[in-house]
Every structure is written in structure tokens, then in C-alpha cells.
């Protein structure tokens, strides 16, 4: 069973950075997708960024050129580098994987195409 935990989020004024750890275990397969995503209250999930077992990134509009997506020791650890944050960041952000068959989506990970989630860390970036 694989199991996601998320790290490392927390109160931040506009204009500085946070990095976002996913630990996960439980993995069998050499093919992966992993995601972070972001839900503000009342909002729905959003999909940030993904990244595949071969290395491929993909992310969503809002987030290019601020946010960063990398993975470490191949898929024991999850990391989400987020620079010049803005209050409409504030969000619980989760972390989200899909093993075997996947497809990494050049506009950005979907909800629906993960079957695994974390808990996750909340972000609060005030103004």
C-alpha cells in the first residue's frame, strides 16, 4: 500500500518560499506519476505540478516560473519549491501518486487520474 506524507508547510509573508517534502513508501512499480496539488477553502482540488518516473515535469499555468517540482532517490521523496508566494496561495497542499499505467499532462496534473493522497500541509502566506 503506498503511503504519502507531506512536510513542510507553514506561515510565509508575500514574496518568500516554502519547500514542500512528500515522503513515500510503499511502492512497487518502476512506473509513477506524482503530483502536488493545492485546495483553498471553498475552492476545489487544484492540480500544481507533476512529475513521472522518468523525470518529466509538467505544471499548470498559475504556478510556472514559481514553483518547482523534483523528486529524490527516485521516488523515495516528493519535493514542491515555491518562490514569490502570493496570499492566494494560502491552501492545504497535497501530494498524490499513480502507479503503472499514467499520463502526464503537459496543462498539469488532474484529481482524478491519482489513486493515491497524503494528508496534507497547510500554507498560509499572508500579505
Known amino acids: 500500500q503506498v503511503q504519502l506524507v507531506e512536510s513542510g508547510g507553514g506561515s510565509v509573508q508575500a514574496g518568500g518560499s516554502l519547500r514542500l517534502s512528500c515522503a513515500a513508501s510503499g511502492y512497487s512499480d518502476s512506473n509513477y506519476l506524482m503530483g502536488w496539488f493545492r485546495q483553498a477553502p471553498g475552492k476545489e482540488r487544484e492540480g500544481l505540478a507533476a512529475i513521472d518516473s522518468d523525470g518529466s515535469t509538467s505544471y499548470v499555468e498559475s504556478v510556472k516560473g514559481r514553483f518547482i517540482i523534483s523528486q529524490e532517490n527516485a521516488k523515495d521523496t516528493l519535493y514542491l519549491q515555491m518562490n514569490s508566494l502570493k496570499p492566494e496561495d494560502t491552501a492545504m497542499y497535497y501530494c498524490?501518486?499513480?502507479?503503472?499505467?499514467?499520463?502526464?499532462?503537459?496543462?498539469?496534473?488532474?484529481?482524478?487520474?491519482?489513486?493515491?493522497w497524503g494528508q496534507g500541509t497547510q500554507v498560509t502566506v499572508s500579505s
Open positions: 498524490a501518486a499513480e502507479c503503472g499505467d499514467y499520463v502526464l499532462r503537459a496543462s498539469g496534473p488532474q484529481t482524478g487520474e491519482f489513486a493515491y
